[in-house]
């Protein structure tokens, strides 16, 4: 559920591949478009999901009645349920460099404050009843297809984009804006390595994953090997820039590589060329203005 979304797309397409096209099916409150749609089943009944073995739900936010729904529709028909959380789910008042899976959680805003609730149901429920309840804390995940939404991170897809069109990007965080990042290649696999790892094998239900952390200033510099001209000035947005100073600097995942054997592929060198490479294929395929790499 949620499926239409910058993570359920691509993790769809990759479970498809694993289990067949007919066995892997999307909802969402939106319609598909037509290429998701011919890719495989979308569905808008939550009814179906009564059908599903693994129901990975993946909306942003989720009001606690629609959160409530989910678990007991996964605890009565048995189903192994994933939920995502994020950096988010963490405050000012916890440790953030590195921090760990357990700690003081106090967010201050919304969106933390659901997802600390939905990790604390769902452990409740698989502590009490043994729901097989499943929830990875995912860094910002970058990626050439989200569309910047006023999000903490999204400058981080924001840059690539500029740095190819204009050669100029305004970010709204500070230069030494530390935060944890993750290709969306790396989140995808986690999470399907994380559904497919044995019961027996898991400490934890919540884990934090890690790829990579990095500022502003440094992807902007890791970009100017491949494009020295880009120029980058800063005008921090006092709401973002608070929200990015009370969330971890670092993931400390050394329990998901442990308990599941997670290692991530992609660092920062990786991502960039990465990005710069598909940003530039796709807008010299719609005709587009590129800076040459
Ligand atoms: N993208 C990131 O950087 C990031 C980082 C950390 C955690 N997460 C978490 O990962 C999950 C997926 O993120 P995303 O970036 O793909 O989000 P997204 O906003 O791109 O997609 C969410 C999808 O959920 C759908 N949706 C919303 N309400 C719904 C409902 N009631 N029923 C069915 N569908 C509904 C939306 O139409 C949308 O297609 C979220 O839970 C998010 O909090 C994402």
Redesign the pocket.
């Known amino acids: 559920?949620?499926?239409?979304?910058?993570?359920?797309v691509g993790l769809a397409e990759m479970l498809r591949k694993q289990y067949g096209t007919d066995n892997v099916i999307l909802?969402?409150?939106?319609k598909p478009p037509p290429h998701v749609y011919r890719s495989g089943m979308a569905m808008f009944s939550?009814l179906v999901l009564m059908l599903c073995l693994v129901l990975a739900?993946?909306?942003?936010?989720?009001s606690p009645i629609?959160l409530h729904n989910v678990l007991d529709l996964a605890l009565e028909n048995c189903l192994r349920l994933f939920?995502?959380?994020?950096?988010?789910a963490f405050g000012p008042s916890s440790p953030r460099d590195p921090v760990p899976d357990l700690c003081v959680q106090r967010p201050r805003t919304i969106?933390g404050v659901s997802?600390v609730h939905g990790e604390l149901m769902g452990e409740y429920l698989h502590h009490k009843y043994g729901l097989d309840f499943r929830c990875l804390?995912?860094?910002?995940?970058?990626s050439v297809n989200?569309t910047p939404?006023g999000?903490t991170?999204d400058y981080a897809v924001q840059i690539f984009h500029d740095a190819i069109s204009t050669g100029h990007h305004e970010c709204y965080l500070r230069a030494d804006t530390r935060l944890p990042m993750m290709h969306i290649s790396d989140?995808h696999r986690a999470t399907l390595e994380f559904m497919q790892a044995p019961e027996c094998q898991l400490s934890l239900r919540t884990y934090n994953i890690a790829a990579m952390s990095f500022t502003p200033e440094e992807v902007a510099q890791e970009i100017r090997k491949h494009l020295p001209h880009l120029k980058i000035t800063y005008s921090p947005d006092s709401v973002r820039q608070t929200i990015a100073d009370s969330w971890p600097v670092r993931f400390d995942d050394s329990n998901a590589r442990r308990d599941w054997g997670w290692k991530p592929a992609f660092g920062l060198e990786e991502l960039v060329s990465d990005m710069l490479h598909t940003i530039r294929n796709k807008r010299t395929m719609e005709g587009l203005h590129v800076h040459s790499l």
């Open positions: 559920a949620g499926g239409l979304g910058q993570l359920g909802s969402d409150i939106k939550i739900h993946l909306y942003m936010y989720l629609g939920v995502p959380s994020t950096i988010g969106y997802k804390r995912y860094p910002g995940v970058i989200t939404g999000g991170t989140c």
